[in-house]
């Protein structure tokens, strides 16, 4: 009983020592802890200016082929033919292009699926990374935004 004592008597002295050391450590007026405060916002600015490598996803052909298919014009085009054809006729796309560093992105061909031949209706990129979709303007011959594409 007496060892249990004396072994609580010197751990709860240990803990004072250690408590009271650290309590000496804290800023006794206000320049130390302007002092402290500098110190470590600078200690901070180190690692936040740090070079980060910005996570740039870049798109796959699933998803470009996906982004163009969902396009209103494009399912409104594919009824449309179907309709017209009872079926007979189906509208079908394809990866054409792959990105490569001179041309980043991806070449969609939009086509009718004859029983002899596929008839191209619409060409488009997809930028990768972004994901920002171009439509041929068959008039200018030219790549424009899907605000200025004017397909039929």
Do not use: C
């Not at 002899?116 to 920002?132: A, D, K, Q």
């Amino acid at each position: 009983m007496t060892s249990l004592l004396w072994y609580s008597l010197m751990a709860s002295l240990l803990v004072g020592v250690k408590s009271h050391a650290d309590i000496t450590q804290i800023p006794t007026n206000h320049f130390d802890i302007k002092l402290n405060t500098s110190q470590l916002v600078s200690d901070l600015n180190n690692y936040t200016t740090a070079n980060v490598v910005q996570d740039s996803k870049e798109i796959d052909e699933k998803t470009a082929l996906n982004l163009v298919w969902k396009l209103r014009q494009v399912q409104r085009k594919a009824k449309e033919i179907e309709r017209l054809s009872k079926g007979s006729i189906r509208v079908g796309a394809m990866v054409n292009g792959s990105p490569t560093p001179d041309e980043p992105y991806y070449t969609v061909q939009v086509f009718e699926k004859h029983p002899n031949e596929n008839v191209t209706i619409y060409w488009f990129r997809v930028l990768n990374p972004s994901g920002s979709i171009q439509a041929l303007d068959l008039l200018k011959n030219e790549y424009v935004s899907l605000d200025k594409w004017k397909p039929d």
